[in-house]
């Protein structure tokens, strides 16, 4: 099962498509978050050291 | 404007760019167009702050007045305590900028990036102690080394031979496809990590934890588990930001992070932990502390100077991040944890109690992450204040 697994992530077209929805998950998650504001998370904490 | 922290930053940088990707993806060097990016960047990044700019000019022109100079010297002489001077002189600002604020003064010496500038200014005149540099360097390049503005304000640090390295070399056609690749991925990942899960960790649970925790404990533990997450995230995040602008610029920046919370031991962890800052420390600090030592032979047994010189090294971490009473416990807590495993694994190591299979090393990982999640939490401030 996990050898099938491998053999159809190594696939290009998979590999391809996991990564387009995995870009796509993050960009839907921005905008669901953000909207279309001017997104400002502030300062970093380590930028204080 | 702070990096990393507004999608105007990244559509600014998207667009100054893009003539960097355009050559990149023909295999012309674009090397000369950077530095142009570099300087427009920092004039952004401190375009509010006339005072940050002043000063990080000032502190460019001090290193670099020391760096060159001691490498004119380096190559007529070798004195020791000439070596110390030019060490001292470049950690002054650095050194001035945490001893003001706790002497109540106003922080003139300081601006965004001091210490990750310093540690390259240092590491530039060791290295040359050292011998590794030899040569004069050329002012562009050092220049460049320096305020190479992707890591500018946290990091990672980089060394100047890797730097070098990569900032002379004209990438082919299909080596910056494949680092254009890689950049923007982990730029996603900085979204994911810092937008997304760090942004959610702060707003959701750390900011409302006062509603739904019933007791001092439990509040405490929640905030100890959340608070280790947030910082994480959030430094992860500005990690994978740095290092993915890095590659599509052509420059392999080192990586921070990689997996800290699967560690196994407290070493383990500060292999994987802020570990261009760990690494920095471990050659420059505890190395050369173990090696004056044995050169000396003050101190014989083996263990005696690396348990001594875990402590300075920590001692000095937890300074560095500010002269409060939570960051000097926090490196404290560390140099301990550190000595206790040294002692545990020769201890483990004539016994055979701690065997090394699946099961243990789980166990090893759970443990190590609650301590690691203490440490946080005495670095929070929360448990001291």
């Known amino acids: 099962m996990l050898n099938k697994l491998k053999m159809l992530y ?39 050291f | ?17 893009a003539p960097t990707i355009i050559l990149g993806l023909n295999g012309k060097s674009f090397r000369l167009y950077n530095m142009l990016v570099s300087v427009l960047v ?36 070798n004195s020791g305590i000439i070596f110390c001077l030019a060490a001292a002189a470049s950690i002054l600002p650095l ?41 004069q360097l050329p002012i562009s390049r050092l220049l460049y080394f320096i305020l190479f503005f992707p890591t500018i304000s946290s990091g990672p640090i980089d060394r100047y031979r890797r ?26 990942l900085g979204f994911l990590y810092k937008f997304i899960l760090g942004y959610c960790i702060n707003t959701y649970v750390i900011m ?25 995230f959030d430094f992860a995040g500005y990690t994978a930001f740095a290092v993915g602008i890095s590659y599509i610029m052509g420059v392999k920046s080192p990586e921070n992070f990689n997996k800290p919370f699967i560690s196994r031991n407290i070493k383990d962890f500060w292999n994987r932990w802020h570990m261009s800052l760990s690494f920095w420390f471990r050659d420059y600090v505890f190395m050369r502390f173990v090696l004056w030592m044995t050169k000396k032979k003050w101190i014989t047994n083996r263990m005696a100077v690396s348990n001594i010189g875990y402590l300075l090294l920590f001692l000095l971490m937890g300074v560095w991040h500010g002269l409060a009473l939570q960051y000097i416990v926090y490196g404290l807590y560390h140099a301990l944890l550190m000595v206790g495993f040294n002692f545990f694994e020769k201890w483990n190591k004539k016994y055979k109690w701690w065997p090394n299979n699946k ?25 001291i204040h």
């Open chain 2, 163 to 188: 730097f070098e390295k990569d900032d002379q070399t004209v990438w082919t056609k299909e080596q910056y496809e494949d680092l254009l690749y890689k950049g923007i991925n982990k730029i996603f």
């Open chain 2, 1 to 17: 404007m702070t990096p990393y922290s507004s999608f105007l930053f990244f559509i600014i940088l998207g667009i100054l760019l």
């Open chain 2, 359 to 383: 099961w243990t090393t789980a166990v090893s990982v759970v443990v190590t992450f609650h301590f690691v999640c203490f440490g946080f939490f005495i670095f929070s401030g929360e448990l």
């Open chain 2, 42 to 77: 920092l004039a952004l990044i401190f375009s509010n702050s006339l005072h940050g700019l002043i000063m990080l000019c000032l502190f460019t022109l001090w290193q670099t007045i020391l760096i060159k100079s001691y490498i004119a010297y380096r190559r007529e002489a």
């Open chain 2, 208 to 232: 409302t934890m006062q509603y739904w925790t019933s007791s001092s404990f439990s509040h405490g533990l929640a905030y100890m588990y959340a608070y280790s997450l947030y910082l994480f």
């Open chain 1, 10 to 48: 190594e696939k290009t077209a998979m590999k391809w498509l996991l990564k387009t929805s995995y870009y796509f998950l993050i960009l839907m998650l921005l905008f669901l978050i953000y909207g279309f504001h001017t997104a400002n998370t502030g300062s970093y904490i380590y930028n204080d």
């Open chain 2, 95 to 135: 050194a001035l900028s945490k001893l003001l604020p706790f002497f109540a003064v106003d922080n003139w010496a300081t601006f965004l990036g001091i210490s990750y500038l310093t540690f390259k200014g240092v590491q530039l005149i060791i290295e040359t102690r050292d011998g590794l540099i030899k040569k």
